[in-house]
């Protein structure tokens, strides 16, 4: 049934990632943050969007599932509060999952406080939905 919706399909081959040291006006806190979790250098896009966003730059990323978009945000909200503490940001998420799942990648941060939901209830709420539509019957939420 939706197959007869797509219209165009081109496969997009793999390539390398490519990388980039971190940039040097980053605060040391972050580099070490990052260093301790594994990360020794960003790829190219996260770079450039840090450099960009630190000279007051609007800018649209897009890239792939699973490429470092939230980096490519996070750091230089982070880098200026660790630079300016009364510095404040709000992040507006489509969905409490991706709060939840960028909680998870960044312990200490709460993004769900104050909006009623928590993990568990999220959890619970993607179980159902899941269960719902393995066993193909309505729902509603």
């Known amino acids: 049934m939706t197959e007869d919706l797509i219209i165009y399909r081109k496969p997009i081959p793999a390539r390398e990632p490519e990388y980039a ?3 040097e006006k980053l605060h040391p806190d972050i580099v070490k943050f990052l260093k301790n979790h594994g990360i020794e250098k960003l790829y190219i896009h996260q770079t450039e ?5 630190a000279e007051g730059k609007n800018l649209v990323i897009t890239t792939p599932t ?3 978009k939230s980096l490519c945000f996070y750091l230089p909200v982070i880098d200026a509060i660790l ?3 009364l510095t404040r ?3 507006v998420y489509p969905t409490k999952a991706l709060a939840i799942s960028i909680e998870l990648c960044f312990p200490g941060l709460n993004f769900s ?3 009623g ?3 568990e209830s999220t959890t619970a709420i993607l ?3 899941r269960e719902a539509a393995s066993a193909n019957r309505p729902t509603s939420f």
């Open 66 to 68: 699973a490429s470092g």
């Open 117 to 119: 939901w928590t993990r």
């Open 49 to 53: 969007a840090y450099e960009q966003a």
């Open 113 to 115: 406080e104050g909006s």
């Open 21 to 23: 040291d971190f940039p």
């Open 89 to 91: 940001a709000l992040f």
């Open 127 to 129: 179980h159902q939905r």
């Open 83 to 85: 630079k300016e503490p």
